[in-house]
DNA sequence: AAACTTATTTGATTACTGTCAAATTAAAAT
DNA sequence: ATTTTAATTTGACAGTAATCAAATAAGTTT
C-alpha cells in the first residue's frame, strides 16, 4: 500500500505521461490526490515534461497537443502535389469562353479547375463530382447541373445508368476528365469500372475532351479502362513529365500542355 | 464528480472548434448552455480563437474559417434554433429501421438528422441534398443515391424532371421532409415552386411522410406548395408550438411529437 | 423610433501559479 | 554508523488568471 504511492520523480513522470495520453487533459488537483503529492510538486514536474515537448501546460492542468496549432481540417490527399494541381486547374480555367457548356469528371485535379474559373464567366456545367457541384455554388453566373446515381464515396461522386441517361440529352463543348492513370499503349484508366463506363460517355457526348492529370499518374494503369489515347485532345499536366511521353503522345495528335 | 462536468479553457476551446467544424456555425447562448459558462466566457473564448484565425466571428456567435464556403443562405438559416434542429434530427433517426428505403428532403433540419442515423444501421438513402449525399459518406452501411437536375445553390440540392423521374422507380419506407412554411389551411410550403414540385413527387413515392420542422414554421407560408397537411403522417417539432396548433394537427389525423 | 438582442466593461470572487525557505529524504563522505 | 551534502518535496504567500453577475453600450429588428 505504501509502497505503491511511493514513486520517485521517474514513475511520476510516466504516470502523467501514460494518464494523458489516456485521457487527452489531466488536472493539477487529481494527480495530487492520485499520486499523494503536494501541487508543487506536480506543477513542478508538469513544467519539466513541458520543457520536454511532451505535453503543453494550460491553466489548471496540461494537455497531449497543443490546442491552438488545431488540425487546420486540410484533406491530406489534397495536399499532395497541391500546387502543380493548382497550376494545371489554372491553365484548364484559361480555356474557356463565355456561355460554354461543359462536363467536369470527378477528382481532386479538377477541383482545383473549378475554383479558378474566372468570377462572373457564364458557363453551363454538368458534373458528377459533388464537391465540384459545392464548389460552383459560390458562382452566381454558373449553372450547375448534377448528376444522378450511386453514390461512390471515395469519390464523392456518382455513378450508373441514371447519370449516363442524362448524359445522352446534351452536348458539350468540352469535358474536363481526370484520370487516374495513363498508359502510351493501355490508354486513360481509373480504379473503378463503373466511373471508367460514366467517363467515356461523357467524351462521347462532347466534342472535345481535355484530361487534367499531373505527371505521376504517366505509366500508370487503373482497374477499369476509359478510352485509348486516340479519344483524347489534350492533357494539362506538369513540367515532370518526359520529353519522350511528349513525343509519343503528340505523335497520336494530342496536344500536350506543360504548366 | 462535479470535476469531470467542469471543463477548463482548453477543453472548452477544443469543443467549441470540435462543433464549428461539425456545424459550420455555433451561436453563443447554445454554447453558455451546453458548457455551462456565462456568455462573457464564450465570447473571450470566441476571441480568443478568432485571433488564432480558428473561426470567424459574427453577430451572436461564429462561423468556420472556410473560404469555399460562400453559401451565405443556408448558413444564415443554419443560425436559427440549431439545439432545437438537432434534437427533432435525433427523433427522427430514432424512427429509422434495418434496412429502410427512405427519401431525404432538402433542408438544414434534415442535415441534423442524417446526423444522428445510427452508426452501422443498413440503410438506402435517396436525396435531393448534396450536402445532405455528403454528410452520409463516412456511413459505409448507407447507400446513398444522390437525385440529379438543375442545382438550387440557395439550398444546395438539386430540382427538376430528372429527379423526379429517378423517383418513379422506386418505392419507399419513408420520406423525411423539411419544409419553410406549415399552414394549417393552406398546408405545406416552401420557398422554391420547383422545389415544391419535387417534394411532392417525393410524397407520392414513399409509404410515410414525416416532416421536419422547427416551430418558427408554423403559421408561415412559402411561395411553392407543396401538398395539404391530409398528406402528412406525422410532424416532429419543438416545445415552441402551441397546443391549439397541435389539437388542429391531431384532429387531421397527424401524428405530433414533440422534442 | 422603440423593442430586442448581442457586446463590452466593471468589480468582486474564486481558483491556479510560481517562488521561497523550511522540512524531508536520499546519497556520499567520513 | 554517523555526519555532511545534495536533491526532492512541502506549506505558505503574494501575484496572476479565469469566471460571473450586473451595468452599460452597441447593434439589429420591428
Redesign the interface.
Known amino acids: 500500500m505504501t509502497k505503491d504511492n511511493m514513486m520517485n520523480l521517474a514513475e511520476r513522470h510516466q504516470f502523467i505521461l501514460n494518464r494523458i495520453q489516456r485521457d487527452q487533459?489531466i488536472?493539477v488537483?487529481?494527480l495530487c490526490k492520485e499520486l499523494k503529492v503536494s501541487s508543487v510538486t506536480i506543477r513542478k514536474d508538469l513544467k519539466l515534461l513541458e520543457e520536454k515537448n511532451l505535453l503543453f501546460r494550460?491553466?489548471?492542468?496540461a494537455?497531449v497537443n497543443n490546442?491552438?496549432t488545431?488540425d487546420r481540417?486540410v484533406n491530406e490527399k489534397e495536399k499532395i502535389q497541391s500546387t502543380e494541381k493548382n497550376k494545371i486547374g489554372v491553365a484548364a480555367a484559361k480555356l474557356l469562353k463565355e456561355n460554354d457548356s461543359i462536363v467536369v469528371a470527378s477528382g481532386t485535379t479538377l477541383l482545383y479547375f473549378v475554383?479558378n474559373i474566372p468570377p462572373g464567366l457564364n458557363l453551363t456545367v454538368v458534373t458528377s463530382a459533388?464537391?465540384i457541384?459545392?464548389?460552383?455554388?459560390?458562382e452566381?453566373a454558373v449553372?450547375?447541373?448534377?448528376?444522378?446515381?450511386?453514390?461512390r464515396?471515395s469519390s464523392?461522386s456518382?455513378m450508373g445508368a441514371?447519370?449516363e441517361q442524362?448524359l445522352q440529352d446534351f452536348y458539350f463543348n468540352t469535358l474536363f476528365l481526370g484520370v487516374d492513370g495513363i498508359d502510351l499503349d493501355y490508354g486513360l484508366t481509373t480504379t473503378n469500372a463503373m466511373e471508367a463506363h460514366l467517363n467515356r460517355k461523357m467524351i462521347n457526348v462532347s466534342q472535345k475532351t481535355i484530361v487534367l492529370a499531373d505527371s505521376t499518374k504517366f505509366g500508370k494503369r487503373g482497374f477499369g479502362k476509359i478510352c485509348g489515347l486516340e479519344d483524347v485532345d489534350q492533357i494539362i499536366t506538369d513540367k515532370g513529365i518526359s520529353q519522350q511521353i511528349v513525343n509519343h503522345l503528340e505523335g497520336l495528335g494530342v496536344t500536350v500542355t506543360i504548366v
Not at 494550460?58 to 492542468?61: E, S
Not at 457541384?133 to 459560390?138: R, S, T
Not at 449553372?143 to 453514390?151: A, C, F, K, R, S
Request: no cysteine; glycine share 14%.
Open positions: 487533459y488536472n488537483v487529481e494550460t491553466h489548471g492542468g494537455t490546442p491552438y488545431v481540417p475554383r459533388l464537391n457541384a459545392l464548389e460552383l455554388m459560390g452566381p449553372e450547375v447541373i448534377q448528376l444522378g446515381g450511386l453514390l464515396k464523392s456518382v441514371y447519370a442524362v
